[in-house]
Nanobody, 123 residues
Framework: VQLQASGGGSVQAGGSLRLSCSAS????????MGWFRQAPGKDREFVAGIARSGGITSYTDSVKGRFTISRDGAKNTVYLQMSSLKPEDTAVYYCAARFLDGSTWYPGGMDYWGKGTQVTVSS
């Protein structure tokens, strides 16, 4: 699976952005998909994940109620709708794919990664 993230940019606090992650390969629907982010000087962290079926989603506490992850099987694309953005959301955002089942989302457990897209939120 090859992943390509897009949609990053610069916004003011309180604004919104939608990130997209396009996946190539016929087995896209076999993977659980996630978004991670990495701020300067910090470790990469989980942001949101969605099961291969699309029926189960997970979020890190700091984005609950503000971010929404979704997937479109027909377009082989995963989205991250980000609203009420805060300066602390500033980071490079990465999409990733995981084949194995399991409820834990962590960088080491992902099988494929896309290149990141920069999100900058100014106060």
């Amino acid at each position: 699976v090859q992943l390509q993230a897009s949609g990053g940019g610069s916004v003011q606090a309180g604004g919104s952005l939608r990130l997209s992650c396009s996946a190539s390969g016929r087995t896209y629907s076999s993977y659980h998909m996630g978004w991670f982010r990495q701020a300067p000087g910090k470790d990469r962290e989980f942001v949101a994940g969605i099961a291969r079926s699309g029926g189960i989603t997970s979020y890190t506490d700091s984005v609950k109620g503000r971010f929404t992850i979704s997937r479109d099987g027909a377009k082989n694309t995963v989205y991250l709708q980000m609203s009420s953005l805060k300066p602390e959301d500033t980071a490079v955002y990465y999409c990733a794919a995981r084949f194995l089942d399991g409820s834990t989302w962590y960088p080491g457990g992902m099988d494929y990664w896309g290149k990141g897209t920069q999100v900058t939120v100014s106060s």
